[in-house]
């Protein structure tokens, strides 16, 4: 008996000897990332603080969605915060005390920031979506940067920092949760050119590049990397007619992005930022439109 209780002791001890090496190796390695220092100087940026500039910016800031992470007055918010998980803060993009446009020196902060997903200090930004952001063109980008400058300042400084805690960093190393895009660009690739603006394919692909997060590069949807169990799968934007969009029409599409109901009268999940798709003009659902028909069938869950 005793000998029995002395080796179970050994075989506990043994494997909580291996869980302690197992976490302390995923703290290593998701540290290291998460701290890791960029060296990125990016091209700069030319633009004009127009007021035609500026209303060009926040109509991008707005059918691309900073201002449903950041809040519609920029000041940021805390999106997640669930300790096994992570505590996140969408950051304040003012100048207010707290604020990303107090902090940053100069344009090219902005740029790196937004195109590169990388602080001042070389550090990357946390879920930060500038892979999505980093196929913006220069005016594009300028607009944009414009816009973030001209917002009124809001003191709203981050309750607590960013946390990634033992779930997240789980799931970071599985590839499961892109916590740091910054190592999902190549920060050395030309900057892109966006096609002439109008109801085109080749326009809505470029527009489309803010609906990959939820719905993945080939717009089949399925469950969306990161988000919590609970989370609702994202729709296949894919002309699949059995689970995507094969047997929806243009209007049906217009009806969708404007009002937020399906072509059955449903309304779509709140998850769907559809207030915001609704600022879009009908040149840019138009693109968005073709750019989705022209894409092959895939079923749901692709990605």
């Known amino acids: 008996m005793k000998r029995a209780l002395k080796w179970a002791g050994i075989g506990l001890g043994g494997l909580l000897g291996v869980l302690l090496l197992a976490t302390a190796a995923v703290y290593g390695i998701t540290e290291y990332r998460l ?29 691309r969605g900073c201002v449903d992470c950041h809040t519609a007055n920029l000041a940021g918010k805390v ?60 005016k594009d980008l ?11 300042p809001v003191d709203n400084v981050a309750p ?44 809505g692909a470029y527009l489309a590049t803010g609906c990959t997060g939820c719905h993945g590069a ?14 609702p799968p994202a729709a296949n934007l894919t002309p699949d007619p059995a689970t995507g969009l094969g047997k929806w029409t243009e209007q049906d599409f217009f009806t969708a992005l404007r009002t937020g109901r399906r072509p059955d009268g449903r309304q779509l999940r709140e998850e769907m930022p559809w207030k915001l798709t609704a600022q879009m003009t009908d040149d840019e659902i138009r693109a968005m439109w073709l750019h989705l028909r022209s894409l092959a069938p895939q079923p749901v869950g692709n990605r």
Do not use: C
Not at 142 to 152: D, F, H, M
């Open 79 to 138: 999106f997640v915060d669930a300790p096994p998980f992570g505590r996140l803060f969408a950051a304040n993009l003012t100048g207010g005390r707290g604020g990303a446009g107090a902090r940053y020196r100069s344009d090219t902060d902005w740029v790196r920031a937004i195109r590169h997903g990388i602080r001042p200090d070389g550090k990357p930004l946390l879920f930060m979506p500038s892979h999505e952001f980093n196929v913006l063109d220069d």
């Open 35 to 63: 701290q890791k220092t960029y060296d990125v100087t990016p091209a700069a940026v030319a633009f004009l603080n127009d007021q035609a500039t500026i209303e060009k910016g926040k109509h991008i800031a707005t059918t």
């Open 218 to 231: 080939g717009f089949s949807g399925g469950p969306i990397p990161g988000a919590p169990p609970e989370f």
């Open 160 to 203: 607590k920092e960013n946390m990634v805690g033992p779930i997240g960093r789980v799931l970071f190393l599985k590839g499961d949760l892109p916590l740091v895009p910054a190592e999902l660009i190549d920060h050395t690739a030309p900057r892109n050119v966006a096609p002439p603006a109008g109801p085109t394919a080749a326009y």
């Open 142 to 152: 300028g607009a944009l940067i414009a816009y973030l400058k001209s917002v009124p």
